[in-house]
């Protein structure tokens, strides 16, 4: 995975010039403590915030999303909307889980507004213009471009668990939260989205491999 650029965040305001005293916070602290920070306005909370969930957060992009030139901007996009609704978390030890959804809507945003944009511009027969493609060893590569080529295809409520749990290894409860919505229908939507993807997939010389292990193990 590509490295989180170095210009993103601090998403705290600036140090205050003159003398007055500023609470620093204390290295190693507490996701309740990042909380606690957040709602007080202590100038490093946001800092501490990104430094510990930044890299979970992107990776939830990158996995929901594939290749996307916008993920690095999403990524802000999702620390903001955090910043901003912190107020709105009721238990600080909710706070990963929390994150992860945020990430994953903000996925769902971009991969409607995707949706939108092809069927304004293109006709049904053309194809969408390459994207910047994530960094990926060249022997993983064609079946990276090729999984998320067959995602594009399903549905955003279906695409979105399915990616979650088959290429970040979310534990199912770990997918219907992050999902926002109940375990029994996470469950009716990986079904269909299992069904879909082989389907589309089995025409995939890349993704054969895949394909063959899933029908093996039913």
């Given amino acids: 995975m590509s490295a989180l650029p170095s210009n993103l965040i601090p998403l705290h305001p600036e140090r205050p010039r003159g003398p007055s005293k500023v609470l620093e916070l204390p290295v190693g602290l507490s996701d309740a403590a990042i909380v606690a920070g957040l709602l007080a306005g202590q100038r490093d909370a946001g800092a501490a915030l990104f430094d510990?969930?930044?890299?979970?957060?992107?990776?939830?992009?990158?996995?929901?999303?594939?290749?996307?030139?916008?993920?690095?901007?999403?990524?802000?996009?999702?620390?903001?909307?955090?910043?901003?609704?912190?107020?709105?978390?009721?238990?600080?030890?909710?706070?990963?889980?929390?994150?992860?959804?945020?990430a994953?809507?903000?996925a769902r945003g971009r991969i409607?507004?995707?949706?939108?944009?092809?069927?304004?511009?293109?006709?049904?027969?053309?194809?969408?213009?390459?994207?910047?493609?994530i960094v990926a060893p060249a022997e993983i590569s064609e079946a990276l471009k090729k999984t998320y080529s067959v995602l594009n295809q399903l549905k955003p409520d279906e695409r979105i668990p399915f990616a979650l749990r088959f290429i970040d290894g979310m534990e199912l409860t770990e997918v219907a939260r992050a999902c926002g919505t109940s375990l029994a229908?996470?469950?009716?939507?990986?079904?269909?989205?299992?069904?879909?993807?082989v389907e589309l997939a089995e025409g995939e010389p890349a993704l054969r491999e895949w394909v063959e292990g899933r029908n093996d193990a039913h």
């Fill in 52 to 102: 510990r969930y930044g890299a979970l957060v992107h990776r939830v992009l990158v996995r929901v999303l594939g290749p996307d030139p916008e993920v690095h901007d999403l990524l802000q996009d999702v620390f903001v909307a955090a910043l901003a609704s912190i107020h709105r978390l009721e238990n600080a030890a909710a706070l990963r889980g929390w994150l992860t959804q945020i």
């Fill in 104 to 106: 994953v809507f903000t």
């Fill in 185 to 197: 229908t996470i469950k009716r939507r990986l079904s269909r989205a299992q069904t879909r993807f």
């Fill in 112 to 133: 409607r507004k995707r949706v939108r944009w092809r069927f304004l511009m293109f006709s049904p027969n053309d194809e969408m213009p390459e994207q910047e493609a």
